[in-house]
């Protein structure tokens, strides 16, 4: 058995500028799939996974992110003397509470890339492997991303094991491509990692979306890695580095990854939780059946 995970980063210092002008005042990480942010389902799916510590890497426009991951107590006060009790209950469970020492918040000023960002939560975490969360990866399924991933990394695969799926050839310039050397059930074996590559010189179809397990030593790595695509420091390329030392497999976890960083992958992962709650059945069923109309949507001349 290997060291447990017990931290997870969440990179949310990004621009959000593939959502513009949504993003312009609100991060994306808290624009709602139905009611709930994707900030949130990726907490949620950190804790079910028994992680202790969470570490926002952050950006000081970003502020909202911190007061929406926080307990608000006047705001649960306020819901309780309206009678809203069950409401301002939910909320805080779901948040943390100040002075937890096990929630933090730190800036990545500059955008030098996903690998800074990662670098940035260094001196918070926890001894061991750290698990690497990127929210607008919202990946819904029976058994919660990061629990499968660990249940298999605590098992022993490889140094660093990175969520992966099969994407189209033409895809391949959109994510980190796998080199993959073996396959044993939902486990690939890979000995390097290459960033956003042409589909000519993809090692293979098989890309990494935003869930890693990463040996502690990435942070060495990381603190020595040159600018790469984009000029930035790319997380790729330090878990590449690794694997020739530590080993690097892949997951093929088995829910439904959505991109949400995207205009089509938010809308259908809104469309895929609403198909799961039987007070939107009505919405759908109008859209399906083209013959009524939408609930709460009325002509004016009605
Ligand atoms: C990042 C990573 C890339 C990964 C992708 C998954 O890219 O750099 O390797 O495949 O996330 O969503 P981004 O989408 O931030 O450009």
């Given at each position: ?26 991060p994306k990480e808290l624009l709602p799939v139905i009611d709930t942010p994707l900030i949130q ?148 074996a890979a000995d390097g990692m290459v960033e956003k590559p042409a589909p000519e010189d993809a ?96 002509w004016a001349a009605e």
């Amino acid at each position: 058995m290997r060291h447990p995970v017990r931290t997870a980063i969440f990179p949310v210092a990004g621009m959000g500028t593939r959502f513009l002008p949504a993003t312009k005042a609100t991060p994306k990480e808290l624009l709602p799939v139905i009611d709930t942010p994707l900030i949130q389902y990726a907490i949620d799916e950190a804790r079910e996974a028994g992680i202790e510590r969470m570490v926002f890497v952050s950006h000081p426009s970003k502020s909202a992110i911190e007061r929406h991951v926080m307990d608000d107590a006047a705001l649960r006060a306020t819901l309780k003397q309206r009678g809203k009790a069950a409401i301002a209950d939910a909320l805080q469970e779901r948040a943390f509470h100040p002075g937890d020492g096990n929630v933090i918040f730190t800036m990545q000023n500059e955008p030098l890339g996903l690998g800074h960002a990662v670098l940035c939560a260094r001196d918070h975490a926890l001894p061991g492997p750290v698990a690497v969360l990127l929210p607008d990866d919202l990946i819904v399924g029976e058994k919660g991303c990061l629990a499968e991933m660990i249940a298999a990394y605590e098992a022993g695969t490889a140094g660093h094991l990175v969520a992966t799926m099969r994407v189209q050839e033409e895809e391949t310039s959109k994510y980190g491509i796998l080199s993959v050397t073996a396959e044993r059930g939902p486990v690939l074996a890979a000995d390097g990692m290459v960033e956003k590559p042409a589909p000519e010189d993809a090692p293979s179809r098989d890309a990494v979306v935003g869930r890693y397990l990463l040996d502690g030593s990435i942070f060495d790595d990381l603190a020595s890695q040159p600018p790469g695509a984009g000029g930035e420091i790319q997380l790729t390329d330090a878990i590449a580095r690794g694997a020739r030392r530590i080993g690097l497999a892949g997951f093929r976890f088995s829910g439904t990854r959505f991109d949400c960083g995207s205009k089509a992958g938010m809308l259908s992962a809104t469309l895929h939780l609403a198909q799961g709650d039987p007070a939107l059945n009505a919405v759908l069923a109008a859209w399906r059946d083209r013959t009524r109309p939408f609930p709460e949507a009325a002509w004016a001349a009605e």
